[in-house]
Structure formats: C-alpha cells, structure tokens
C-alpha cells in the first residue's frame, strides 16, 4: 500500500514530525547503488534501490515496535539498517519504510566483572572499543571495520581480526531485545527472566538459533534494538595514546603487545603456522591483512599510508626502490599477529612460543614492519580496525571475488591457482594489476583451530566503462573457473540471489531454484517455516532467504 | 568546475560513513567521536558528506529537483568545516568531500536558489563591503587611537588585515588592536587599511558566491600590489583562509601569515618578552581554516592518468589537501612560552578538530544549529578543567562567548595575542 496522508500521519505521532521524512532529496540519499554486486559500478551499470516510501529515525524500541504494527496494518515492508554501509540494508521493494536507527546510540551498560555490554545499534565498535578499553576490556571488531555496528552482526557469522581470542559476532551475542515482525518485543536470554543480561540461553526465551538461521537476517526480520555481548580483556592503557597525523596515524603500546607481520617460504610453512599458533593459544589479533593490497603492491602502499607527505603518485616510484622490492619478497606469504601478554611472563612466554613456530616452520617477522614507525602504525591498524575504506583506495571500487573458509592446509593449495587465473586478467588492463594474490582474511576462531577464511579482491574503476565491463568478465571468468575446480560460489555474485539489476527482489521461483541448487535446500525450507510463523505478513523481505519449494 | 565534473567523486564515495565521525584511530569516547556537526544535529544521512554525495549524484542524473526547499537546506547547513574531508582522506586519496559540498552551493546559487538569510547579507555586503550589516565607514574604528601606519598614506611591508569581524564586534576590538601593536612595537613596518579594507571573501565562497568572492579577492591583490605589500598578516583565520589557499589560485604571491604564527616567530627572534606570569589552565580550539584548511595552495595543472591497470593518479601528481599541514603548532607554542599557562588538549584537536559552528554561513541562516555546535565546543572544552577556550579565529570566538552567555556558563573565550599581550 501507498503512503497515505493518515498513515504518515500515524509514524509522525509515533516518532515526532522531526524524525520522518518523505521528501525526495532525503529518500534520494536513501538509494543505495547497487548492482549485481555489492560495490559500485558506475554510471554505466549502476542502479539505484528502490526509493522508500519514508525514512523514520525512531529513538526506542516502543517506537520500533509501534512502527511495526502501523506497518503491519497497511501493508507496508520494513528495511532496517544501522550504519547503512551495507546494500542489503536498503529496501528491495516498493512501498517500503526505510529505519535507520542512529539515534538510537545508547550503550546502556559495561559490566566489567561479568565482562559483557549492552548496546544500541548506533553504536559502533570504534566507540564501543574506545569506551571499553577505560574498564580494562575489549570488543570483536567484525571484518566490516571498527565504523560498523557490533549490534547489526549479532544474528550472522562475523568473522573479524580478532576472532582468534574473541570469536565470531554471533558467539558473543549473550541476549537482547527483538521487536519481532509482528511488532512484539521479544527479550531473550535471562533477560527474558528479568535475570539480567548474561546469558544468551536463559532462563528465558532461547532465540539465538532463530535469529542466526542460516546466515542471519540481514535486517528481515524484525528489529533488534538492544544486545548484550560478551566482551574480553585488553591488558592496555585506558585511552589508545595514539600519535602522529593523518594518514599515518600509530599507537606505542606497553611491553606487553606485540605486533609482527609474519612471511613464510612456502603456503605450507604458512598454513603450518596457523596450525602450532593455535595449538599454542597464543594471539590477540591473528589475520591476514595488509596483502589485501596486492603482494605486488602492498609495501609500497604502507610506505605511503605510514609517511603523512607521501600521495598515491609516489607509488611507481617506491615500487622500484630496493627496500621495498625486499619487503615485496619477504612478504609472500604473510600474515599478521598481534600478541597482548596478560602479565609479563605471559608475554615472555608468547614470544618464545613464536620464535620456536617460526624455527620450526622456517618463518621470519617481516623486516620492514619491525621498523618502529611502520610497526606502531600496524598496531593501531590492527586494534581500532578503522581502515576499512583503504579497501576503495586504488580506483574507487572493488569487490570480493574467488575466496574460501575452511582448514589452511585446503585453502593454501587453491590460492596459486587463483594468483595465476587473476594474474592472466590483470594483463588485459580492466582491473588492478596487484600481482593476482589480494587474498586476506580472518585466521583461526576462538579459542584457535580449524579456519583460514581468504578473498581476494578485484579493484576497479567505476568510473570506467571499459574496467567496468572488463571486471564483470572477470567476474564470470572466475566463477566458472571457481566452479570447474569446485572452489565453491565465487563472491562477487552474493546479492545476486535476493535482487534483480534493478535493486528489486528476485522473483520467489527464481529464488527457489537457487536455494534448490545448494547443498542445503531443507535450511531454506525451513526457514519458511521460521519465517511463516515470525513475519505472518510479511514485513521482511527476501534477504531472510526461504524456498516455498 | 561544474557539479558535473564531480561524478567520479559521487560515484567513488564507497558509503563508509567514516564521514561522520573523527578519524576511527582517534576516538577515545563516545562522547567526542563525532566529526560532523551536521549529520550529529540533523540526523537523515543526507546531512553528511556521504548524503551529499548521493543527492548530488542525484542531482547530476536528474532524479531530483533543483528547485527544492529541503535541496536548499541540507545543501547550506553544512559548515563547511572540512572534518569530513580528513576523515575521509585517512584512506582515500581520488575522493574530495568538501570542494564537492562547495560546487554544490555554487550550483544552487548559480540558479538562484539562495536562503534569504543569506542575501541580507550579500546584499549588505555588495553596498557597504563588510558580512557584518555595518556601515562602510566605520571599518577602521577599531583602530582608533592606535599609532599604526594607514596603508594607503605611506608604504609598508607588512600589511595587517583586520577582517570583518574584528573590525565591527567591538567587543573582540582588543585583539586586533593587540595584534598590530604587538607587531609594530617589535619593529615590523606595519600598515592597516582602515576603512579601506574589504570583506576577504572567504565567507561569501564558501557560501556559494563565486562571483561575490571573485570581485573583493581580486580588489584586495591589485590594492596589496600597488601599495608594494611583500606580507599580508590577519588574526581572522577565514582571512588566512582566502589569502593563503584562495588568492594565489587567482595569482597572489604575498607571503601570508597568521598573527599567531608571525607571534611565534618574534618570540623565537626574542623580540617579544614576557613579563609577569598568567597562571592559568587553558585549551586550544583549532579553527578549522587556520587547522584542516589552513595548508598552503600549491599549484597544480595535470590530468589524470592510470598505473598498473587502474590505479587512478595525476600527471603530474596533484596536491593533496589532507589537513596535515595546517597551522596547529604555532598557536600552541606561543601559549606553551606564555609564562604561567597550562595547555591541556581536548580530544578532537588539530585536524580532526571539532568546528565552532560559525563557518559556512550557517550563523546567518541556522543560528540554533550554528549555536548547538559551539556550545558542544564549550562542553569539551569543559571536559579538560581548562577555565579558558583560546583560539586564533575571531569568528569562533564570537561563537563561543554568545554560546557561553547563553547557558551561563563560565569558561572564559580568549585569543592567543589577548594572553601575549596581558603578559609583555
Ligand atoms: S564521503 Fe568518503 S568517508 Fe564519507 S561515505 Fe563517502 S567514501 Fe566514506
Ligand atoms: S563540512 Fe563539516 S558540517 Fe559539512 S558535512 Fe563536512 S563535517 Fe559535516
């Protein structure tokens, strides 16, 4: 249904004349583009969300709900998002109320003893992380950057940096407060109990499960307004005493923290070295990050990032320098660790646990991230996480594309391959000639063992017909040769299930024969069972994947 | 420039929202991590950098209306304070959030959709040459009494420009009246303009009035070169602005200085001496164009060109405006050699400053927001125990002693050349 007069009329009474809007330069700002992939394409293929019918800002979970139930009433979808970086938190069908809910930013308690926090969805992990570190603890930063809301990946996997000793977002997620499709505000875990916010199964309502389904929501079901997460110990100083000016900003922490990028001679050594820094539980931050670059590119792009009067144009210059070149090399197969002691014989003892990994593995700390500045400003890097935007740093636009999860010792014998296939592309000129390898990624899950997650990166210019068009070959390229290999799905095609090239849904029968061609079609007939039962009109929309089949 | 040439920018902003908030490295509360005062006040995504960019994108392939009300006001209540842009800038180098926020007021203007808040002052400001709805002729009272050289009577090296605020707020008189007795007692061949001096133009062009700018820019050049000026010193950092980062695109070479960095040099020449101590805990405001906008202009005439595929650069390279270089030691050596003072710093300092909430034109038109944003200034500079704000620009100060007064608050608004002369 349209909006009429009488039902803006019902969320202006709800949320207060300042906090809707239906004018069309706002709902304009609102569109998010989008194509068949998540980044953008440019003039020549990008297309636009559709425009919502009215953005709210509500302020609490009663408005969240009363918005709900006007929804409900008339008809109209309901899209949520909380910092909006994401297309999937932009409507994908006409006739849609669009919540973006950054007034509600409250972080609502730290208890420290217990070591969890309650949160609104506005809160982001830079912020969350900064108040945190005052109590003498710490947040898992999701791989989406420190800018992304803790709250928003509660229900999904989230994998960041840190997930070696804080674990996956929905790990962490000990209850909460859920405004269910419906408009009824569900409190679950002991908080459901009125026992408070610890734990995630109760007593009390156990929605955990529910909520995560295959892979989360994606802002489909319901709204969740508050969570409680479990959060960890930072053995640092209250405040990030944090130095130097923009770009190259860098942190000189105690004796106790540790930052090494970490090159091996082979994949193997590398994946071996996963494998003994597990079984040692040593870590704070484990992953691999700053390839995301490019291996051919990378050491030149630090020495720009970490020298404030250094451009972009310096790189071909700093390229041919030898000390790079030696960095290049070193730093084939590499990854980064940060190790926080918890007292000093735990330091002592983590770094001997490391030197005798890389003994054994033939291993080295790569040399030119030892230097003080660049190993300072790695640090930071690493800790805040806010660098996420370094992703568009070449040309304006990127997207994943070949990538996999899983045990090191499977993912190494495959990232060759993808290195030479990419390389191959890379000659034609469409994208970023990096050297074929920008893969990255998380190492390891809590508590160590078993995954590996990398994705390489295809950078191109969105502004370019030519690189656009080229890319999109790639694109197809690499899912077949990801399927002849049976690399499993290639990334770049991750909306392409929910929406059709003009930002709408797919159709459900396309749908169906997609979820129909997974290795697990029963979970997508379950969770039209889930979503029968939770969002009996339909509220959500088809980011909560279901076959009808 | 049109809107047009900024597609590229539009379509390269990547919806991070690392626009909103200071650098993520800097954050060290919730309290003070915002950057940006309009999305913080305003609130729809439109009101960032990164609605701006998606509504000029929409501007730009016609799915909206030029001729709007809303267009016009999140277009004009935007400071622009340039945080945006350094936050922007710590990843991103082929991107530019502020110049693109600037085409799209010259945009609006250049088709007419003006505020009317702001043509009192245009038109004010086409008759009587000053932003402040003065009378011309009383340009040069502030001076009055002052034993300082008149420009236009006898040559000078040194010509110290007023700006229209200090000129016409009496109550910030002191401070020019300090600053250029400060310079002429330690022996610069200091000259003012008196009533001769003009608006700098630096408001009106980041207002969106190109043409406005253009004629008192130009006007000021041929003036400075007919008297033989060889330096241009202000104490208004929207002055600095125009004459250090706007004029020589239009072929100044006058060396520019702020007082505060011409202080920082006749205290390092020990030709200013300090006498009796000012015990006193003090916090520095960056203003942001003597801060984040106060990096020299550096020529630049190049096309783009691509490395390695898709590497977008310029040939040659082009200048990067990031905010590193701006002015931010100057002001905080002077305080730190006034005998007496404690500087103690609030979180969002030097490029990543949080603004004063009078730029852009936005005092004019949006006095409540204008308002809001200086009194959150006052509250962190609260947060430090420091009794006084100091700052170099007389715009903030302005800001900040209305914000004061209005929640009675009693932290004290001073400027650097205040506290140096109180000490000599
Ligand atoms: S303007 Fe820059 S910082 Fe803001 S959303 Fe766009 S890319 Fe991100
Ligand atoms: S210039 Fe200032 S007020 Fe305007 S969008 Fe940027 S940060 Fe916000």
Redesign the interface.
């Known amino acids: 249904m349209a909006l009429t007069k009488k039902i803006y009329q019902l969320f202006e009474d709800i949320v207060g004349p300042e906090n809707i809007s239906n004018d069309p330069v706002v709902l304009a700002s609102y569109q998010n583009p989008i194509n068949r992939a998540s980044n953008h394409m440019g003039p020549f293929y990008d297309v636009f969300t559709p425009q919502a019918v009215a953005v709210l800002l509500p302020a609490c979970t009663e408005e969240v709900s009363n918005i709900i139930k006007v929804c409900n009433k008339y008809g109209l979808k309901l899209k949520a998002f909380s910092t909006g970086w994401s297309g999937m938190g932009y409507p994908c069908e006409d006739d849609t109320i669009q919540l973006d809910l950054r007034r509600m930013n409250k972080i609502i308690q730290i208890d420290d003893k217990n070591c969890f926090a309650v949160i609104e969805p506005y809160v982001i992990a830079a912020v969350l992380q900064a108040e945190l570190m005052k109590y003498g603890l710490n947040t898992h930063n999701i791989g989406a950057g420190a800018q992304a809301s803790p709250l928003a990946s509660c229900a999904y996997l989230g994998p960041g940096p840190d997930s070696v000793f804080m674990g996956f977002s929905n790990e962490n997620l000990l209850g909460g407060e859920w405004v269910l499709p419906n408009g009824e505000i569900v409190r679950f875990g002991t908080l459901g109990s009125g026992s408070g916010w610890h734990y995630g199964e109760g007593p009390g309502p156990s929605v955990r499960a529910v909520l995560k389904g295959l892979l989360g929501s994606m802002g489909a079901m319901g709204v969740i307004t508050k969570v409680a997460l479990k959060v960890y110990p930072w053995p640092g100083p209250a405040v990030l005493p944090v130095k130097g000016t923009i770009p190259a900003y860098y942190t000189e922490l105690p004796d106790n923290f540790k930052y090494y990028t970490l090159g091996f001679p082979t994949w193997q050594a590398f994946a071996d070295a996963q494998h003994k820094i597990w079984d040692a539980q040593i870590g704070y931050i484990l992953h691999r990050q700053f390839n995301k670059m490019g291996c051919d590119l990378k050491a030149g792009v630090i020495r720009i990032l970490t020298e404030s009067d250094r451009h972009l144009n310096d790189l071909e210059e700093l390229l041919e320098d030898p000390e790079v070149k030696r960095h290049t090399e070193e730093a084939r197969h590499d990854f980064e660790i940060v190790l926080a002691g918890m007292t000093p014989r735990d330091i002592e003892w983590q770094e001997k646990a490391l030197e005798e990994i890389l003994a054994e593995t033939g291993g080295w700390k790569v040399k030119a991230m030892q230097d003080p500045m660049r190993n300072a400003w790695g640090m930071l890097y690493l800790i805040r996480w806010g660098h996420k935007n370094l992703n568009y740093l070449y040309s304006g636009s990127y997207e994943g594309t070949a990538g996999m999860s899983g045990s090191p010792d499977f993912g190494i014998q495959h990232i060759d391959k993808v290195k030479a296939f990419k390389q191959e592309w890379d000659k034609k000129g469409m994208m970023v000639a990096d050297g074929g390898d920008s893969s990255m990624g998380s190492v390891g899950v809590i508590g160590g063992g078993g995954g590996f997650g990398w994705e390489v990166h295809a950078c191109f210019d969105s502004h370019s017909k030519e690189s656009v068009e080229g890319t999109l070959e790639f694109f197809d390229a690499m899912a077949k040769f990801m399927k002849e290999n049976r690399l499993g799905p290639e990334k770049s095609k991750h909306m392409e299930p929910m929406r059709q090239s003009d930002g709408r849904a797919t159709p459900q029968e396309a749908r169906n024969k997609m979820f129909g061609a997974t290795p697990f079609p029963i979970v997508y007939k379950y969770q039209k069972k889930v979503k029968d039962a939770f969002d009996p009109y339909d509220l959500g929309d088809v980011f909560y994947k279901y076959s009808t089949d | 420039m049109a809107l047009e040439d900024f ?2 920018d539009q ?2 902003c ?5 626009c909103k ?1 200071i ?8 309290r003070f ?1 915002i950057g940006c005062p309009s999305i913080a006040y305003n ?4 009101y960032s950098a990164r ?2 960019f ?2 000029g ?2 501007l730009n392939e016609g ?3 030029l001729y ?1 009300d ?2 016009q006001e ?1 277009v004009f209540k935007c400071l622009t304070c340039g945080n945006c842009d ?1 936050a ?8 530019e959030p502020l110049d693109h926020i600037l085409e799209m007021r010259k945009t609006l203007t250049g088709a007419g959709q003006v505020l009317l808040e702001h043509m009192i002052y245009i038109d004010h400001l086409r008759k009587e040459d000053n932003m402040m709805l003065e009378p011309k002729a009383k340009r040069g009272d502030w001076a009055k009494g002052l034993d300082v050289k008149i420009a236009t009577d006898e040559p000078c090296e040194v010509i110290y420009h007023a700006g229209c605020r200090f000129s016409f707020d009496e109550e910030l008189w002191p401070s020019a009246r300090s600053a250029a007795t400060i310079l002429k007692n330690a022996g610069v061949d200091v000259g003012i303009m008196g009533k001769d001096e003009a608006c700098c133009g630096s408001r009106v062009h980041s207002m969106g009035f190109e043409g406005e700018y253009r004629k008192f820019a130009e006007n000021a050049i041929d003036a400075w070169k007919t008297q033989g000026v060889k330096t241009v010193v202000t104490s208004c950092s929207d002055c600095y602005y125009a004459f250090n980062r706007l004029y020589p695109r239009l072929g100044a070479h006058f060396e520019v200085l702020h007082t505060v960095q011409y202080l920082e040099r006749l205290i390092k020449e020990g030709k200013i001496k300090f006498g009796k101590s000012i015990p006193m805990k003090v916090t520095y405001h960056d203003p942001c164009h003597l801060g984040r906008q106060g990096e020299s202009y550096v020529p630049w005439d190049g096309v783009a060109k ?9 040939n040659p ?2 200048p ?1 405006y ?3 270089r701006g002015v931010y030691d100057a002001p905080r050596n002077v305080l730190k050699s006034i005998p007496g003072i404690e500087l103690v710093e609030m979180e969002r300092i ?3 400053a949080w603004c004063c909430g009078a730029g852009g034109g936005v005092r004019m038109a949006y006095p409540e927001f204008s308002g809001w944003t200086a009194a959150e200034r006052i509250e962190e500079a609260k947060s430090t125990g420091a009794e006084a704000i100091v700052t170099t620009c007389g715009h903030c100060e302005r800001n900040f002693l209305d914000a004061v007064e209005t929640a009675g608050e009693k932290m004290k608004v001073l400027d650097v050349v205040q506290l140096v002369e109180q000490t000599m």
């Open positions: 597609r590229r379509e390269r990547s919806e991070c929202n690392s908030w650098p993520f490295d800097q954050i060290k509360s919730q991590a609130n729809f995504t439109g609605g701006r998606a509504i994108l929409a799915r909206i209306d709007s809303k267009l999140i350094v922007h800038k710590v990843c991103r180098y082929d991107v691509k490395i390695k595929g898709q590497i977008n650069l310029f390279p082009k990067r990031t905010g590193a030097r490029e990543y």
